[in-house]
């Protein structure tokens, strides 16, 4: 049971031009929501966080959620060559009593082209 | 202030050998959990943990542990190692103190594992 999916890509934009990433979720419980980004041979690294429905802007960045829908998007404004990387999503479900624990989509891969 | 350190970076070990991977997280962090990074799975949890307690565990036979000491540094390890225990090991940070936003994970570098 995937509990959080996201689209493999790759996702290919030329440069100056707006990447769209996409996350869906299956615990209607969840509260939190996070986009991590992993450069090839690196660790993930956090580049937004996001609580309640609606946009989040940081930057460039923007993140998009819809509890609704059980939707969240990252949006990359001015794509440029450095963010080409995996983008990966999310989600803080209840595991049992107070405990929690991050369940991660398998990534997104972002190419910005020259 | 200082982030999450594994060590070591790299492993290499044979088939049946057992390891222990280290992480410090961030200072002021209770919160230290495990995960495991193949290409074919993505990032799998292995287990949290909190004050010294193990509060959560995901889908990974006994061959897999871990603890914490009091000063929030933890260990993993792997007994009798197989092939298919070729992996990137890492480990992540939190504050949680019980509100949803010191929720946010700050993962280390990683120990790349790699079994003969």
């Known amino acids: 049971q995937k509990e959080v999916e996201q689209n493999s890509g790759p996702l290919s934009v030329p440069e100056g031009a707006i990447a769209s990433l996409n996350c869906t979720y299956s615990d209607r419980g969840s509260q939190s929501f996070f986009w991590y980004r992993q450069y090839s041979g690196k660790s993930p690294e956090l580049i937004m966080s996001i609580y309640s429905n609606g946009d989040k802007e940081d930057g460039r960045f923007t993140a998009q959620l819809n509890k609704a829908s059980q939707y969240v998007s990252l949006l990359i404004r001015d794509s440029q060559p450095s963010d080409s990387a995996t983008y990966l999503c999310a989600v803080m479900t209840r595991s049992g009593g107070s405990n929690y624990k991050l369940t991660f989509g398998k990534g997104t891969l972002l190419t910005v082209n020259p | 202030k200082a982030g999450v350190t594994q060590t070591p970076r790299y492993l290499i070990k044979t088939r049946g050998q057992q390891v222990t991977l280290s992480c410090s997280p961030i200072?002021?962090?209770?919160?230290v959990s495990w995960y495991q990074q193949t290409p074919g799975q993505g990032l799998q949890f292995l287990f949290e943990?909190?004050?010294?307690?193990?509060?959560n565990k995901g889908n990974f036979p006994g061959r897999f542990s871990g603890r914490q000491f009091s000063n929030s540094r933890s260990e993993m390890n792997v007994s009798t190692l197989e092939l298919g225990d070729s992996a990137l090991y890492l480990c992540?940070?939190?504050?949680?103190?019980?509100?949803?936003?010191?929720?946010?994970?700050?993962f280390g570098p990683g120990t790349r594992l790699t079994v003969t």
């Open positions: 992540a940070s939190s504050l949680w103190t019980g509100g949803i936003e010191t929720y946010e994970q700050y």
């Open positions: 943990y909190f004050s010294e307690t193990q509060r």
């Open positions: 200072s002021g962090h209770r919160s």
